[in-house]
């Protein structure tokens, strides 16, 4: 029998680190986030005896683990890479039975937004660390929930915030129809323990949204002047309505402020009054003499 190789792939994220294989260790995905939920993983268990290991996630051709900040892993990641290959290669057990996943209790309830293609389905725990917004099937391949809700015919275009999920339906159906359908499609689905997204553990990651398009150091006074204002005045008052504002640049010359709309604040009817009522009018009296207008980039 041939031996198990495994080649040390790093991940976007900094104490995560992947070891891969061109073979197929074991059907389906598993995560451990400490020793006694590992007791049917006799690797995973293996592995949580290393001080450093946080967490262990076993997939189909590949075991990650994420480390503690007392090592880095340039340190530690290649006797870490020859303990899991003389495991595989001496008949060790990745997992000693099958994993029967218990449901995660949950309450979720849809909310109308102001746009009317967009309904709202808010969750009573965190599903995410970062905003995703996903246009369509193939931005959504590292979101197993937006991917699956891309199955629905009728779903345009999906938006996962800390605690919901905005969803954006075609005009060939009434929300009446599919609300029920859908609330109960995501509560299962979470409930079920299944992946919102698998930015944490994929090399390929799906892409937190920036608040700004470069790095603080480089903005000008007014720039940020504008995005704690729109972090500490705006955000609140869109994210309760399912969408989303970013800041993506502003030019001083014409003193216009680009923003970039997201989830039910894009394509919304109200939007332009909002921008312009509200936000605008906002940064003019926040900011005297330096605000010319608000545009939404991506309306």
Known sequence: MEAISLRIENTTTDTILKFTT????????????????????????QLFYLPFVKRVFISANFIAIERFSIVEWTDVQHEVKEQ?????????????????????????????TPNPSVMKF?????????????????EAENSPLAIALFNFPFVKEVFISENYVSVSKTESVEWSD???????????????????????????????LKNTPSTSGELDEVSKQIISILDEYIKPAVAADGGNI??????????TVNVILQGACSGCPSSTITLKNGIENMLKQLIPGKIGEVVAVNY
């Open 122 to 138: 808010v969750a009573n725990k965190k599903l995410v660390e970062n905003d995703l917004e996903f246009k369509n099937v193939k």
């Open 84 to 112: 899991i290959e003389n495991y595989l290669n001496n008949g060790g057990i990745l997992i000693s039975k099958e994993i029967k996943q218990q449901k995660i209790p949950i309450e979720l309830y849809a909310e109308v």
């Open 178 to 208: 599919i609300m029920i359908e859908l609330r109960s499609f995501i509560k299962e689905f979470i409930a079920n323990g299944n992946l919102i997204t698998k930015i944490i553990i994929e090399k390929k990651e799906v892409q937190p």
């Open 246 to 255: 970013l800041f993506q640049s502003y030019d001083k010359n014409s003193q």
């Open 22 to 45: 061109d073979k197929i260790l074991i059907s389906g995905s598993y995560q451990f986030n400490n020793i006694d939920e590992a007791k049917d993983s006799p690797l995973a268990q």
